[in-house]
């Protein structure tokens, strides 16, 4: 059988502070198989969006292994890193990240471009097409309502069909029912490209339609639960 794609051994990260060190993960193990949606959940400062930074290698571990798609993520440079996660990775964030001056087809051609990919653009207008956009590909941000960049940045984080696809609070800067559309949307784009899925959220109904529900307390992995995917699968 293969390997996990994710597979995260006794992961520790500190950092300095004015107060003095700081632990903000605190011996992690953690594997998710390839196709899986897991969902990480707790409260604030336990170590999520931490935990996600370092597994898209934005974020170096001081200890403990880091084993992504192949890839040992504690032996690559930032120019490795990048590549990595350009081939590898797509990330969607609460804040949607957009390049203020740049088009909505700009904005999802642009990790083609620094791929040097060919056809970034024709992949970008097939992107913003998958999730309902289409016909915005020429506006730019500040003409996008909060839904539509959060759907152009979606458009971006699949463009290149990453295997793995991680989700910061995707939905926390949108009202709950454009925040329903967005993770409809978010988690049929995952079944299309039969990518995993690694998600961060506070809404427990949410965490429930993943596979895994990986709780999250001061640092350190208290529980692992089934979410209604994986009780279905497994039932």
Not at 31 to 47: A, D
Not at 65 to 86: T, Y
Not at 192 to 213: F, S
């Amino acid at each position: 059988m293969p390997g996990p794609i994710i597979h995260i051994t006794d992961l520790h990260l500190s950092l300095n502070s004015a107060a003095g060190k700081v632990d903000i993960l605190r011996g992690i193990d953690l594997s998710i198989g390839e196709g899986e949606t897991v969902s990480l959940v707790g409260p604030s400062g336990s170590g999520k969006s931490t935990m996600l930074m370092v597994t898209a290698g934005l974020e170096r571990a001081t200890s403990g292994g880091v084993c992504v798609a192949g890839h040992d993520l504690g032996f690559m440079n930032e120019d490795e890193l990048a590549a990595f996660r350009g081939r590898n990775v797509g990330i969607v964030f609460q804040s949607f990240h957009l390049l203020p001056s740049m088009t909505a087809l700009e904005n999802v051609a642009a990790p083609l471009e620094l791929m040097r990919r060919g056809d970034a653009f024709e992949r970008a207008k097939e992107a913003l097409a998958a999730v309902g956009l289409g016909r915005r590909a020429a506006h730019y941000p500040g003409q996008l309502s909060g839904g539509e960049q959060q759907r152009v940045a979606l458009a971006r984080a699949v463009v290149a069909r990453p295997r793995i696809l991680l989700a910061d609070e995707p939905t926390g800067n949108l009202d709950s029912a454009t925040g329903a559309q967005i993770i409809d949307l978010l988690f049929r784009l995952h079944k299309d490209a039969g990518a995993t899925l690694l998600l961060i959220t506070h809404d427990l109904h949410l965490a429930e339609r993943c596979d895994r529900i990986v709780h999250l307390s001061d640092g350190k992995i208290s529980q692992i639960t089934n979410g209604a995917s994986g009780r279905q699968r497994h039932g």
